[in-house]
């Protein structure tokens, strides 16, 4: 355990140095050499391009052969935050420049910056990307440029890049000049955050990482220039995380509200929005040795393998319910986090892990942006992002182990053959297809060319001892002698943290002998070998025999059946996604290049054809919104409440008197077994939630224990017609003759409005009908009409629909991506519910008494008129 920060550099090098020890047939030095000089003009390729067709704009468009000037081209979004017309790319490779050797070059990269980059531009900037990549590019330039002067060369030097640097620092400032210390995720670099003239300072949320990876810089900032403001500020933020960690998981979110804390985005994870943050907790205590940060890195390390980390997987989850995943699928960025547990000393995850991505990268040529639990493309971006490179350094680092040199080789193969193009390298706009972008971003030249360089030099090969410096994220090099420098006073911190206590325990495994973790030479390859089965037999390679159907003929549209396993894995194996959207209907999606044959993929391409001409049909047979009208005192049909009807069952729009009678709670309240309290539905209209089973399963039960009717209530809570599209109950692929009750849907806001009605007034009649009635007439209370004429009988006059058929659909082709939008139907299993749980009611509208929702029903009642309106 280490306290004093004098030990840090001998810290590293534990990490670092692994034992030497030949896991597999090792590379002669000669080929380690080749591949380094093959870094070498790969960065020259991209840097003159860079130089010659772009400087002094931000960023290389290597297909069009010029420069990326914020303004003058369509905006990206988000994206272009990073664009400050601040010579984005020439700040952000200095000292790889350096690293390289590339010393005439580096001395001309810093005359143009102190000469030609200016700082005070009128312009909006991402705090974060301006923080790493340009405050970050300045001090790591400054590093190399006092080492360089240090051995006789670059004595004109006066310390130019530090005073921008400070420049730099002073226009980030105004962003944390909130009550929680968390920075505004923009700055005007002129004219700060507040007033018009910023346009910017109006935003509330930022990502976990965006405040959370400011210390580094900051710190660094403080300790070269004696201002100890900077760290101070990187300081609070990170304490303010900290502090709204959720205290059970220990986990932070993914989004937070950077006025009142309070967490926007609850997901959890490794990847993008938080990756990062965990990052520069352990690189803080590494660089200024203050074992609070170690302490927080360990407690939230801990629960990110207890909650996250399903090897070789890192699933997100949410925070106060961590063991429920809130995804399926995983972001590019986690590929830092291997090389991450390396410093943690965590190696055998870390292996995993990256073997992992290693095998998804082999199928793709690179890491997909975002890739599914069966490691299939969920989004097929790369664009050159550089953080398998990075991990596969630091185990190569930690192992000695020759497997990741070939990995090395493998990344720059790939690049050479598929992102390489006359003016630079392109990123990948979609790895199944080969397709580029017309983008190469300034983390390319910053970051990858550093850790392939490293991953092939010998120690002899290099400037410096890299072992004396620290990465940061934009793997900008820092001096650890920057631990023992003074920023002139004690960096304060909130009051609540100066009290707080250390738990020694979470320093276990900090520095670890690293003979322990390898008793075996074979040790990392008995790791990797069962990953790489695991990853082939969820992604196998395409085969050319007939898969789909197993020798079957192929799978049609008009026979599938959302809940039948069987037809899912048909789809999967023709390269079909099948997506549950939030509002009940299922998205069909395919790639062909994901079938398993091209004979799959045709069948696929036919199934889908199929469905849309299905879907198309559809559409002209659309139902028109049904009425839910509250008849009983003291609504006296005075509440309308619009509902979405079903495919089968008694037709309402043939019903001169629709379907009256009392509501009553189903038990099961999901109506997906016989009911045990048929005595109380016989005669009545039963109320169920969805989920868990079909519709028609649902009615087949209500009508068994003697319902007159039945309302199906969405358990999607906060779910109301105002802000979704209604949609028809499908069947469940069988004849649903049998059918005879009138079933409709009503969305969790007016669910919930009868609900109420029923839990204040105990006897509630309702009326469902095609429209609404007049209120005198749907209101007249005698004693014998609650029963009498009511056509509850009378079977379904249309014919009944199929559940493969499609109520909505929407197409498009991009790129053999098809997309078709099935029923809201119920697929059972294959929704998300939560099983068990109470009837989802409000509770907050459980205290409002009816008279303080009539404002609310009366918008019903319009909102169905307009309906109506529509119709007609």
Known sequence: MLHSATMLPAFLLLFFMGTSISLSEAMSRDEKNKLRNQVLEMFDHAYQNYMDHAYPADELMPLTCRGRVRGLEPSRGDVDDALGKFSLTLIDTLDTLALLNKTVEFEQAVRRVVADVRLDNDIVVSVFETNIRVLGGLLGGHTMAVMLKGSGRMVWYQDELLHMAKDLGLRLLPAFNTSSGLPYPRVNLRYGVRGPETRTGTETDTCTACAGTIILEFAALSRFTGDPTFEAHARRALDFLWEKRQRNSNLVGTTINIHSG???????????????????????????????????????????????????????????????????????????????????????????????????????????????????????????????????????????????????????????????????????????????????????????????????????????????????????????????????????????????????????????????????????????????????????????????????????????????PEHLELLRRMGVSLIHLKDGRVQLVQHATQAVSAVAAEDGMRFMQEMMELSSQQQKEQLPPRAVQIVSHPFLGRVVLTAGPAQFGMDL????????????????????????????????????????????????????????????????????????????????????????????????????????????????????????????????????????????????????????????????????????VQPAEELGSYVSVDVGEEPAVNEDSSNQSVDSLMADWQEDLEAFKQMEEDEL
């Open 653 to 820: 729009s043939k019903s001169s008197s629709g379907m009256r009678g009392f509501v009553t709670v189903a038990e099961p309240y999901n109506g997906c077994s016989e009911l045990s309290n048929s005595e109380i539905v016989a005669g009545r209209i039963a109320l169920l939630q969805r989920g868990q089973c079909m519709f028609a399963e649902k009615a087949r039960h209500i009508q068994k224990a003697g319902a007159i009717g039945g309302i199906v209530i969405d358990d999607n809570e906060g779910s109301s017609s105002d802000t979704a599209p209604l949609f028809q109950m499908a069947g469940d692929g069988r004849k649903t003759d049998d059918v005879t009750l009138p079933l409709l849907f009503l969305f969790h806001k007016e669910g919930n409005i009868l609900l109420e009605a029923l839990k204040e007034y105990r006897e509630v009649e309702v009326l469902l009908s095609d429209k609404a009635r007049d209120r005198v007439t749907a209101g007249a209370e005698e004693e014998d009409c609650s029963t009498e004429e009511k056509d509850h009988t009378s079977p379904a006059s249309s014919e009944p629909v199929d559940q493969s058929q499609v109520t909505t659909q929407e197409q498009r082709t991009d790129d053999s991506v098809v997309e078709s």
């Open 262 to 564: 309070e967490w926007v985005r609850r997901d959890s994870g490794v990847g993008a929005g938080i990756d990062s943050y965990y990052e520069y907790l352990m690189k803080a205590y590494i660089l200024l040795g203050d074992d609070r940060f170690l302490q927080r890195f360990n407690t939230h390390y801990a629960s990110i393998m207890k909650y996250i980390s399903q090897p070789p997987l890192l699933l997100d989850v949410h925070i106060h319910k961590p063991l429920l995943p809130a995804r399926t699928w995983m972001d590019s960025l986690l590929a830092f986090f291997p090389g991450l547990q390396v410093l943690k000393g965590d190696i055998r995850p870390a292996i995993e892990t990256h073997e992992m991505l290693y095998q998804v990268t082999k199928k793709h040529n690179f890491l997909p942006e975002a890739f599914t639990t069966d490691f299939r493309v969920h989004w097929a971006q790369h664009p050159l992002r550089p953080e398998f490179a990075e991990s596969t350094y630091f185990l190569y680092k930690a192992t000695r182990d020759p497997y990741y040199l070939e990995v090395g080789r493998t990344i720059l193969e790939n690049l050479n053959r598929f992102a390489r193009v006359p003016c630079g390298f392109a990123a990948m706009k979609d790895v199944r297809t080969g397709s580029h972008e017309d983008r190469m971003d300034s983390f390319f030249l910053a970051e990858m060319f550093k850790y392939l360089f490293l991953l092939f030099a010998e120690e002899e090969d290099l400037p410096f001892n890299v072992e004396d410096y620290i990465f940061t994220t934009e793997a900008h090099l820092l001096p650890l002698s920057l631990s023992t420098a003074s920023n002139s006073q004690a960096s304060p911190l909130v009051n609540n943290m100066a009290g707080e206590e250390l738990d020694d325990s979470n320093f276990e495994w900090t520095c670890p002998n690293t003979r322990l973790l390898f008793p075996d030479p074979a040790y990392p390859r008995n790791l990797r070998e069962p990953i790489r089965s695991a990853v082939y037999k969820s992604c196998p390679h395409p085969t050319t025999h007939r898969e789909p159907g197993m020798g079957r003929p192929p799978l049609r549209a008009q026979d599938f059946m959302a809940n039948n």
